[in-house]
């Protein structure tokens, strides 16, 4: 399985911009990028997710190197409420066990007031 | 409309007993995903079921590991003879879809059981 590799944390502060990297260098033609979050004490919940386009939704951006070797994940103004483990996924869609969501250590996102 | 549920929140145990462990999907949603979280590490896959089948088990131990998603009722994970090593978060998702090609198949996650064996 393609793999991610992250930092362990990182610290931003509160209403600022945070970008998160996400390196995939063997990521393959068929695999998508998601990101799931998860806050303390709670289940992941999914962020976003793209192919090859940089995507945007009410939650974060999404931005894809062009050679989809690297990802960042924007949140354009972090709240205390964004405090949480980011995990990048990559799931290959075409895959028999596509649903297996593969799952590392995540960054963990510390927000300073 | 409903999130995934999970029930209990919170399970003790004593070595040798059994553990069982809940969820419903969302409504509308057939296809189930159980994966288990040891503390500072991610989320482990442990199986994939859709009702009345278990689809995958290959991330599921073999030995005291079972799991179900009969056609009525939730979905059950079942340790027997449980062990300290089996002291974690264990997370229920569920999705709309199964894998289809390029659909997202987004999977919502419960908010967990904690199971602790003494």
């Known amino acids: 399985d393609a793999k991610t590799t992250q930092p362990n944390s990182m610290e931003s502060n509160e209403e600022e911009p945070v970008h998160l990297p996400c390196n995939h260098s063997?990521?393959?033609?068929?695999?998508?990028i998601h990101w799931y979050r998860q806050l303390p004490s709670q289940g992941p919940e999914y962020v976003i997710h793209g192919l090859t386009s940089n995507v945007n939704n009410r939650m974060a951006s999404l931005a894809i190197a062009e050679d989809r070797k690297s990802s960042t994940l924007i949140l354009h103004r972090a709240t205390l409420r964004d405090a949480a483990v980011y995990y990048c996924i990559l799931r290959d869609v075409v895959g028999d066990s596509n649903y297996q969501l593969i799952w590392g250590a995540g960054t963990k996102l510390i927000i300073k007031p | 409309n409903a999130g995934v549920m999970q029930n209990p929140r919170h399970l003790v145990r004593r070595r040798g007993q059994e553990a069982r462990l809940r969820c419903s999907p969302m409504k509308g949603h057939s296809h189930v995903y159980w994966y288990r979280q040891l503390p500072e590490e991610g989320l482990k896959f442990m199986v994939y079921?859709?009702?009345?089948?278990?689809?995958?088990e290959s991330g599921m131990p073999k030995e005291r590991f079972s799991a179900e998603f009969p056609k009525e009722g939730p979905s059950i994970l079942r340790i027997q003879q449980v062990v300290r090593g089996d002291s974690a978060a264990y997370f229920c998702?569920?999705?709309?879809?199964?894998?289809?090609?390029?659909?997202?198949?987004?999977?919502?996650f419960g908010p967990g059981t904690r199971l602790t064996v003494l």
């Open positions: 063997t990521i393959s033609g068929t695999d998508y």
């Open positions: 079921l859709q009702k009345e089948n278990i689809i995958d």
């Open positions: 998702a569920s999705s709309q879809t199964g894998p289809t090609g390029a659909r997202s198949n987004e999977q919502f």
